[in-house]
């Protein structure tokens, strides 16, 4: 799960230990080259920088949304709860407000629901004041701001199928407005998200398109003739 920096100055990556499949560290490169620096050796993945390259979001084991600080090397928890595991942190482009994903743990759990707060780096947003953005009985994944600010891309089962939809929200607030829109209807069962897997798939959004990454299935029958004797 690379994410390159705004700037483009910097790449974050994963590696996966080959003995623990389970365990992988967070890793940073200039991206001109050069030695890599380690943020994180624990459980992880990188989900995205601030627009000013100054931090960046990745997971910490389990369900905790980690923080670590270009300029201090201080890494820290930033997002993290008794009853959610909270998932694919991002900034908007001014660096103000940030979306993410929530899976409920409580005694009955709700599907994955996409979630957005104000941003501050020096004091997290307590849960209380966590945006419910899309909150229903769907699988609601990998959110992404518009350029704008003003809607947030996301990928939802709600169609029976796994497809780009997108939430407009409030410009100043961030509340939800009205309900979530199709935005790009994958309904093929060849070539599909679910071809490559919630956890491996991903999207990313610039100025004129959104890319993805979708599996695609193919098939054959042969025929042989055999010999009579």
């Known amino acids: 799960m690379p994410r ?3 700037d483009g100055s910097w790449v974050s990556y994963g590696i996966t230990e080959r003995a623990y499949a389970s365990k992988v560290s967070v890793n940073i490169i200039p ?30 084991p389990v369900g905790i949304v980690g923080l670590f600080s ?35 743990t409580g005694p009955s759990p709700s599907r994955l629901q996409v979630l957005a707060a104000r ?23 990998k959110p992404r701001w518009s350029p704008d600010g003003d809607r947030i891309y996301f990928v939802s089962d709600r169609d029976g199928f796994a497809c780009l939809w997108s939430q407009p929200v409030e410009p100043e607030t961030k509340r939800p407005v009205g309900q979530p829109l199709p ?18 798939m991903d999207i990313a959004v610039a100025p004129d ?8 299935m193919t098939g054959n029958i042969w025929m042989t003739q055999l010999p009579l004797n």
């Open 4 to 6: 390159i920096s705004p």
């Open 31 to 60: 991206a001109a080259g050069g030695l890599f620096r380690k943020v994180s050796d624990q459980t992880g993945h990188s989900w995205g920088w601030s627009p000013d390259n100054k931090f960046l979001f990745f997971l910490r």
């Open 70 to 104: 270009l300029a201090t090397g201080k890494v820290g928890n930033y997002l993290q709860s008794s009853r959610f595991l909270v998932y694919h942190a991002n900034l908007t482009r001014d660096g103000r407000w940030m979306t993410f994903v929530a899976l409920d």
């Open 119 to 141: 941003f501050e780096h020096e004091t997290p947003p307590k849960e209380s004041d966590w945006i419910r953005i899309v909150s229903d009985p769907y699988w609601n994944d």
């Open 183 to 200: 935005l790009y209807h994958i309904h093929q069962v060849r070539r599909s998200i679910l071809n490559v897997g919630y956890g491996r």
């Open 209 to 216: 398109k959104i890319v993805l990454n979708l599996g695609e």
